[in-house]
Nanobody
Framework: QVQLVESGGGLVQPGESQRLSCTAS???????MGWYRQAPGKARDLVAT???????NYADSVKDRFTISRDNNKNTVFLQMNGLKPEDTAVYYC???????????????????WGRGTQVTISS
């Protein structure tokens, strides 16, 4: 099993930046990692994913503003969010995939493991 713990959420003003972190622990191997988000009354949507080989994928709404990265030695994935907008307000969830899970699943519905989420609120 794998446990994912997110950190770094909070309240920021429009245009500001914020960095989320997610650390994985446990006995199972993980490969792909990523972030999803869910706004009130909406479905959980892809934000960004990254493979163990640092291949990244982003939702169109965050391209050029958000950057996903990872530290494989520490089993940690980061999400640097710049130019935040009120519509970025959501609960952000970390997700991770087992080695045999296809990458397309990570892109479309998430991985095999999920964190509890961290609230990100953008408001003036």
């Amino acid at each position: 099993q794998v446990q994912l713990v997110e950190s770094g959420g909070g309240l920021v003003q429009p245009g500001e930046s914020q960095r989320l972190s997610c650390t994985a622990s446990g006995s199972s191997i993980i490969l792909g990692m990523g972030w999803y988000r869910q706004a009130p009354g909406k479905a959980r949507d892809l934000v960004a994913t990254i493979t163990s080989g640092d291949i990244t994928n982003y939702a169109d709404s965050v391209k050029d503003r958000f950057t996903i990265s990872r530290d494989n030695n520490k089993n940690t994935v980061f999400l640097q969010m710049n130019g935040l907008k009120p519509e970025d307000t959501a609960v952000y969830y970390c997700t991770a995939s087992k080695p045999l899970t296809p990458i397309w699943k990570l892109w479309t519905s998430g991985g095999d493991y999920w964190g509890r989420g961290t609230q990100v609120t953008i408001s003036s």
